[in-house]
């Protein structure tokens, strides 16, 4: 009998997996890394596509990004970590949801499977090859888990919803085409 089961070694695969693409993502944006854009140029993308200011959008995303997906490789403070994540992806899939799901039409196929990978590893725990179970679980509690989606879900209504606002009014006045 081992001290560690299948069930802490897929965790730890999803974790490791998971939070090491949040993290090279969230590199892309903060760092330019990995052929992204930096704060700056992540920043006036974020502007064209309705995240204002985009400087703060940038690194509030990147942010996200890489340390969720980091505390998430690490299996430390797990459901802040998923929950941070899963607010990250949910905002890239409003972006991309108007192109439908799949990413070969640049849909939300990717930030979808990696914000619900990141918040099952959130509602799951780190299992027990993580460091939240190293230190007792103190960073890994019951509550910590509704507590984290809670806010994130706030956040992301008001950042999200700020947006389409903006996306709407820019619209206003645009005239459709009479016949295509």
């Keep these: 009998m ?3 089961d299948r069930r802490d070694l897929g965790l730890l695969l999803l974790r490791l997996g998971t939070g090491g693409a949040l993290a090279a993502h969230g590199a892309q944006k903060l760092f330019g890394w990995f052929g992204g854009g930096g704060i700056e140029g992540t920043g006036q993308f974020m502007e064209t596509i309705g995240y204002v200011p985009g ?5 509030a995303a990147g942010l996200a990004e890489a340390g969720g997906g980091a505390l998430l490789a690490l299996g430390l403070a797990t459901p802040a970590a998923g929950a941070a994540a899963a607010g990250a992806m949910a905002g890239a899939a409003a972006v991309h949801a108007p192109n439908g799901f799949f990413n070969q039409e640049g849909g939300y196929e990717h930030a979808a499977t990696l914000g619900l990978t990141a ?3 959130a509602v799951t725990g780190p299992g027990r090859l993580s460091l939240d179970h190293v230190l007792g679980h ?3 509690r019951d509550w910590m888990v509704v507590a984290a989606f809670a806010a994130t879900a706030a956040a992301k209504a008001v ?5 389409s606002r903006r996306l709407r009014k820019a619209r206003e006045g645009e005239q459709e085409a009479l016949f295509d």
């Design 159 to 163: 950042v999200v919803g700020a947006r």
């Design 138 to 140: 103190s960073a890994d």
């Design 119 to 121: 918040a099952g590893l």
């Design 2 to 4: 081992t001290c560690y």
């Design 55 to 59: 400087r703060a959008s940038a690194t």
